[in-house]
């Protein structure tokens, strides 16, 4: 069994930065793109980053320049480091990583549970 866990969420000022950690846990033999997604109430989830094994990244046009996704591929975590926080950034934030649980088998998607952003004065 895979379970991803998000940590680092929170209420920050507008200007604010914040740190979210996503870790990797369970059967896992290998892991291939991991990225952050979020949901605003009354939106639908959307993609705020992702990132390949050999580091390519890919944003939003609504937070490139002010969010970086990074990874550590022997932790099997992914981290989004989000600067210069904006009250439209307001979202549940959601992890996810395509996990082959053991050689040979397919990758399957999983998703963390999510962490809530508030940006707020």
């Known amino acids: 069994q895979v379970q991803l866990v998000e940590s680092g969420g929170g209420l920050v000022q507008p200007g604010g930065s914040l740190r979210l950690s996503c870790a990797a846990s369970?059967?896992?033999?290998?892991?291939?793109?991991m990225g952050w997604y979020r949901q605003a109430p009354g939106k639908q989830r959307e993609l705020v980053a992702d990132i390949t094994t050999g580091g390519s990244t890919n944003y939003a046009g609504s937070v490139k320049g002010r969010f970086t996704i990074s990874r550590d591929n022997g932790k099997n975590t992914v981290y989004l480091q989000m600067n210069s926080l904006k009250p439209e950034d307001t979202a549940v934030y959601y992890c996810?990583?395509?996990?082959?649980?053991?050689?040979?088998?397919?990758?399957?998607?999983?998703w963390g549970q999510g962490t809530q952003v508030t940006v707020s004065s």
């Open positions: 996810d990583a395509m996990i082959a649980a053991y050689s040979g088998s397919a990758y399957f998607n999983y």
């Open positions: 369970g059967s896992i033999f290998s892991i291939s793109a």
